[in-house]
């Protein structure tokens, strides 16, 4: 049996009236196990879902290929928070407020903040605290 | 024993041995004091994080026909015009009007003076609005223009208050979260935040004041400016370490530089959630190394500086002096301090990186012979306490 891993993904759901239970098909017809982190999918306007997949390599694909059939985009790379380098001074505000320890510091000597995001759980605490703005979400 | 005068001439030489106050402690541990002292010419310090008594002052020349301006605003933000026709004071704390402040508890207090200020170092197109009740020599009554920084005769930020000497540490002692200008603080002193650049910041590696004065020029965003006066609130005579390091604030600079020579990223507006706008602002001031005292206390390390933690919750707003212990900057560098036996993660607002990078950028500086040490015109107070504001009943 092929090693399973895990993915995190997000979703783009352009405005459609996809009203599928997308996630219950992943899950009962691709094996997949899915832990959703954050959705916002709303008839008629644009809508995201941001999540992590286990499965084997080639369930995950047939998996988002079945997501593609109604005209979801799926970002294997950008997630729904982004750390803005230009923005953010690197102060460390954010660290005490980040649960998972997805903000960090990643050079001790320079206190040099970085983000972690395969281990962002979009709880968007860092949005609400950062008092420059650096954080951000795509929704 | 080395006079200002002998520093600039090494500096002017191409000679000067420039360190930065983090890189002096290992230096003078392998050298000793006295080769270092002689050997050494200039630390630099540096801060970067929230000032927010800054503000600065425009002057817009005149318009055809000419205001003097009784209301202005720029970018919606309300200046202060009780100064001659066309000159304006920015405070960095200003928010914007229309703002819903806090209607909506906790508010996001988007923009403010001190974005404004960021917005024009950046050299944005800027929206002024003024009205005026018209006189005979000042007829307009009322005006709207857009300009940038380059249009502006001046532009000087003048700060009254920059560079606390040492700063509290915050923390929430009660059940509910509280948003300060410490930033949001958990309940049940569940995170605490302080805010200094600890053994890199200025007045710590020259805690009794003794280079440090009116006239001292400082590296202000890039900018070369100077001490002004005494910081609002300075007050030099607090509780000190044996080794003369405050306790708590202690002391102030104010501070004056062009904002046509600064940098957008060491000039930055601030939204606080609950709180308000400020401006985090980076500085860096350089220590002529005149003799071994002096170098000796630019060595100070974060292990050696302490700060007090104090609940923000009650003591602070209502003005008690509680302090419920102090802890040291190498514990609040590690990210978690204990506080009466309890461990608390700690977070900072001031950035060392950002500090560091000054404190490197005006080393780099000095050495290059671009940047000239000025002896002070007059010394700070080393005594003075900072005085309550007392609520009296009117007097009969």
Known sequence: MSQTVTKKLM??????????????????????????????????EEGYLVLDVTGTEEDIQQGMTFVKTFNVSVNYTGKGVTLDEEHCTHCGHCITHCPTEALHITNRATREVAFNEAKCIECLACIRVCPFGACSSAF | MKTYEQINNRIESGKAVVLTADEIIDYVEKKGLATAAKEVDVVTTATFGPMCSSGCVLNFGHSKPKIRMSEAWVQDVLVYTGLAAVDVYLGATQLRHSDPANMDHPGEFRYGGGHVMEDLVAGKTLQLFGLSYGTDCYPLREIRT??????????????????YQNYNVAINDSQRSIYTYMGTLEPDR?????????????????????????GTRVWMAGAHGHVYAEGTQHAGGGARTPDGIPKGGAGTLALTADMKQMRQEFVRGMSFRGYGVSLALGIGIPI????????????????????????????????????LCHVNYEQLRSGEIEVEGRKVAVGSL???????????????????????????????????????LVIREKPL
């Open chain 1, 11 to 44: 979703l783009f759901f352009p405005r459609c009236e996809c009203e599928k239970p997308i996630i219950y098909h992943l899950v009962k017809d691709h094996n997949l196990i899915v832990n959703v982190y954050r959705a916002k999918v709303t008839p008629d």
């Open chain 2, 146 to 163: 857009y300009f940038t920084i380059g249009d502006l005769n001046q532009a000087i930020m003048l700060n009254p208050r920059n560079c």
């Open chain 2, 190 to 214: 569940k995170n605490a935040s302080y805010c200094s650049a600890g053994q890199l910041s200025p007045l710590l590696n020259d805690p009794y004041y003794e280079t440090i004065g009116v």
């Open chain 2, 288 to 323: 002529p190394i005149l003799n071994k005292d002096i170098l000796k206390r630019t060595c100070v390390s974060d292990r050696e500086i302490l700060a007090p933690v104090v609940d923000y919750s009650t003591d602070y707003p209502q003005n008690t002096g509680k302090v």
């Open chain 2, 350 to 388: 001031s950035s060392y990186y950002k500090a560091l990078e000054i404190a490197h950028l005006l080393a780099d500086e000095i050495r290059r012979g671009d940047f000239r040490l000025v002896e002070p015109i007059a010394y700070l107070p080393k005594e003075t306490t900072m005085k309550p």
